[in-house]
């Protein structure tokens, strides 16, 4: 038996990183998952997990899409009957210093990273209003609430945005029997992080992930599947009575006040 049985779950840029452990994991835990992604990995992935004997059903989908998401959803509900959670996990993330930044790569973090999240909420809450219940988990970051980097504006704005729509949210449908929480990753070891890292030095990426987990106490990046076990937590009838709660899991990277306290 799994804390997800006979769930059904929708899952979005669960084609691969964080998204692709949220579906593995929530596949694993008795959840039938509905994969969206704008990328035809998508479908692949899915094939890969239905390979594994997990229940999944795959939507290339383009989430600044209203439309589209309803289209996707609306047949997922037909096809299951119910949708039980919703992961708001698709983003993206492009480093560039804030006076370089173009208003085309601006306004692409917010489509995707808020809109993305708008649009899904939109079309999945209305399941969960009709029958009472429903768990939705959105994907923000340490990045933008705690801390950032050179090259964040744009990425920290938008995930700290999720913060406040996941507490106005929560307060909206707590009388509907639904839970409204956020995880907030650290550093984890996504194809995102290792094309950032392989653009920064080509020749040895691996010596970049290794100087990244050493200022992290736990001395290593997360995974995906790491994600995956705390967002199926939430997503569970043992979180249901936690919400508007954001949840860092980031191997203890924001805790130290100094360098001095991770060196070796």
Known sequence: MGILDDKVAVVSGAAMGNGWGIA????REGAHVAML???????????????????????????????????????LAKQQGKIDILVNNAGVAKLIPFLEMTDEIRDLHFNVNINGAWNCTKAVLPFMVD??????????????PIVADTGETAYA???????GFTKALAMEVVG?????????????????????????????????IDIMASAIPTK?????????????????????????????IDGGSTLPESALSVME
């Open 220 to 248: 290593k990046l997360g995974t995906p599947e790491d994600i995956g076990e705390l967002a199926a937590f939430l997503a569970s009838d043992r979180a249901s009575y936690i919400t508007g709660q954001p949840f860092v």
């Open 37 to 75: 992604d704008v990328s035809d990995e998508v479908f692949r992935a899915a094939q890969a997990f239905e390979g594994e004997g997990l229940r999944v059903s795959a939507y290339k989908v383009d989430i600044t899409d209203l439309g589209a998401v309803k289209e996707a959803v609306d047949d």
């Open 131 to 144: 029958r009472n219940y429903g768990k939705i988990v959105n994907i923000s970051s340490v990045t933008g």
């Open 176 to 208: 509907n029997n639904i839970n409204v929480n956020a995880i907030c990753p650290g550093m984890i070891d996504t194809p995102m992080v290792r094309k950032a890292v392989e653009e920064i030095m080509p020749d040895d990426p691996q010596s970049v």
């Open 24 to 27: 593995k994991v929530f596949g």
């Open 157 to 163: 704005i938008t995930k700290a945005a999720l913060w």
